[in-house]
């Protein structure tokens, strides 16, 4: 079945700092997400990608759906104490899969003030 | 406002004794889901609905049922909750054609 590989799985980071993680996957997906969720709460939709190449930004986050459609990055310029969370990388779509959303393992960032 | 809400936000219920978690939406979507989450875990789908049509995933214990009665709403039933059953419970929507899905608070289920 479809996985996503998501790293690094846990940062820890001064405030300010910019902050990288990213996902793989060996299937291709036609729609990437990423979620932030913070203790005991659902997950929150930061950015959606739906075409290969794309870059797109909300704010400080800046996100890019692969051109092999296998992979994407998002990014976190400046960061502040309330980035802290776990962001969760998510894929739609592709071979087999008839619209499920598959998750990556997350990455658990913590911002040292 | 609130979009999909779940309730309740926590819910303590004794082992083996029979539970319903409930979710509704506002957004008129035709995908519910419902996803079981663990510390430190990311979701793992248990069902799905596409409008009526109930999609089960392979690996989900038949101890858990769902009921889509309208558009709106959706419940998971726990027929016997076990001590591994204890975890957050999420709910999310979204339309199909590859659209994000939004997800409510959860619930926080603990089994005594």
């Known amino acids: 079945g479809q996985q996503l590989n998501q790293s690094p799985q846990s940062m820890f980071i001064q405030e300010g700092e910019d902050v990288s993680m990213n996902c793989t996957s060996s299937?291709?997906?036609?729609?990437w997400l990423w979620y932030k969720q913070d203790p005991g709460e659902g997950p929150v939709l930061l950015i959606a990608?739906?075409?290969?190449?794309e870059l797109t930004s909300n704010g400080r986050l800046t996100a890019q759906f692969g051109i092999t459609r296998k992979d994407s990055f998002l990014n976190i310029s400046a960061s502040i104490p309330s980035d802290v969370g776990i962001y969760f990388c998510?894929?739609?779509?592709?071979?087999?899969?008839?619209?499920?959303?598959?998750f990556g393992q997350g990455t658990t960032l913590q911002v040292k003030p | 406002d609130a979009m999909v809400i779940q309730n309740p936000r926590y819910q303590v219920t004794q082992f083996g004794k029979p539970v319903t978690l409930s979710c509704s939406q506002t957004?008129?979507?035709?995908?519910m889901y419902w996803y079981q989450q663990k510390s430190s875990q990311a979701p793992k789908l248990l069902f799905h609905?596409?409008?009526?049509?109930?999609?089960n995933e392979a690996d989900t214990p038949d101890n858990f049922q769902s009921r889509r009665p309208n558009t709106s709403f959706c419940f998971l039933d726990i027929r016997s909750p076990g001590l591994g059953d204890a975890a957050m419970y999420l709910c999310?929507?979204?339309?199909?054609?590859?659209?994000?899905?939004?997800f409510g608070q959860g619930t926080r289920l603990t089994v005594v």
């Open positions: 957004l008129n979507h035709n995908v």
């Open positions: 998510a894929g739609i779509g592709g071979s087999g899969n008839t619209g499920k959303l598959i």
């Open positions: 609905y596409y409008d009526k049509d109930f999609n």
């Open positions: 990608l739906y075409k290969a190449g």
């Open positions: 999310a929507t979204s339309n199909p054609g590859g659209l994000p899905a939004f």
């Open positions: 299937s291709i997906f036609n729609t």
